[in-house]
């Protein structure tokens, strides 16, 4: 399950995949418990039954609705979505702060101020030459050498070989977080905490979202073609067509 951005000023609808068959099984409009709502009813209570997991990002209205709905399903969280929330709300944070501390050294300042790329993107995806550049960055500066390690092991909850192991690394990264010193670590330690079985989920059921990012961006090309859609119904059956999924 995931999220589109129908039109500009935050109004969206969710779209509900089938993982296997990667077939568009309905849309609609809004991103609420209420909204998704009718999907379930579609579904009836046998399909709802056989629903074993649900992959998502941390939205909490679609999570107690599956919860309610589906009382047996195991809600998993898609790395994608947590390790691009800890990259704005830890990365971005430490990075601008280290920033504001050199006021005083323009140069020092003005290399950390055009870092965020180099952050954010993952190590093996960077051109050559730019892993020298990153190496001498956290070199320079504990604070972000040690948020930069930290999304490396936040990671490694997905890759765990089962629960017992990604429970065991969640407790240890959240011990670290809690003795880094850094308060916007620590914040988002203290809110991923709600969220941890989710992730520990991820090691039995190896669900993630990434087809439904790549459907997204054809959804946003078929809008685009058409110059928006006027009316969402028709809008939706063109999403459908376009995702039949797999043939048999």
Known sequence: MDEFALFKGHRYATVVVDAETQQVLWVGEGR????????FTWLGQ?????????????????????REQCPQAEV????????????????????????????????????IK????????NAENLPDGHEVKLAELLAANQPLNTVYVMKTALKELW????????????NEWYRQSQESGIKALQ???????????????????R???????????????????????????????KIKAAFPGKAR
């Open 46 to 66: 046998e399909g709802c039954a056989a629903i074993e997991s649900v992959a998502m990002d941390m939205n909490t209205a679609l999570d107690l609705e599956v």
């Open 76 to 111: 998993v969280y898609d790395l994608f979505h947590v390790v691009a929330k800890f990259g704005r709300e830890v990365i971005d944070r430490v990075r601008v702060d280290q920033a504001n501390q050199l006021r005083d050294d323009k140069k020092a300042r003005k290399v």
């Open 207 to 237: 669900l993630n979202t990434s087809v439904l990012e790549g459907m997204n961006n054809k959804i946003k090309v078929i809008k685009r073609m058409a110059y928006g859609y006027r009316d969402n119904d028709y809008f939706f059956m």
């Open 114 to 121: 055009r870092s965020r790329w180099l952050l954010l993107r």
């Open 32 to 39: 609420s418990r209420v909204a998704v709502r009718p999907f």
């Open 187 to 205: 914040q988002f330690a203290d809110k991923l905490k709600s969220y941890v079985s989710g992730i520990i989920a991820s090691a039995t059921h």
């Open 159 to 170: 890759y765990a070989p089962d629960e017992e192991v990604a429970q065991r690394r969640w």
